[in-house]
């Protein structure tokens, strides 16, 4: 399983850095994604890095804000997440990918393993 951690209560226009961490293998072997899930909606892709560090994705809401990356010697990954909106409030979770990093794999939530989500709310 995947543990996401890091998130918080934040003002709209802020920051936050979340972390995820495996528990019993190593992420390097992986493509590891973030999804977000809001009460009432659809749980949401929208972020995937590849294994190798060499490709990364975003979903159209969250371009240009959020910024995943990983560090395999410390078996990590991070999003970090600036100009944050109300609109991002939501559950986010890391999970493995089962196919390439690629828009597809987000639009199609092509998710694997994930483990316990952390809550980032966006509010004045």
């Known amino acids: 399983q995947l543990q996401a951690s890091g998130g918080g209560l934040v003002q709209p226009g802020g920051s936050l850095r979340l972390s995820c961490a495996p528990s019993?293998?190593?992420?390097?072997?992986?493509?590891i994604g973030w999804f977000r899930q809001a009460p009432g909606k659809e749980r949401e892709g929208i972020s995937c890095i590849a294994s190798d560090n060499r490709r990364t994705q975003y979903a159209d809401s969250v371009k240009g804000r959020f910024t995943i990356s990983r560090d395999n010697t410390k078996n990590m990954v991070y999003l970090q997440m600036n100009n944050l909106q109300p609109e991002d409030t939501a559950v986010y979770s890391c999970?493995?990918?089962?196919?390439?990093?690629?828009?597809?794999?987000?639009?199609?939530?092509?998710?694997?393993?994930w483990g316990q989500g952390t809550l980032v709310t966006v509010s004045s």
């Open positions: 999970t493995t990918v089962v196919i390439n990093c690629n828009d597809y794999a987000l639009r199609n939530r092509a998710f694997g393993s």
């Open positions: 019993g293998f190593n992420l390097e072997d992986y493509t």
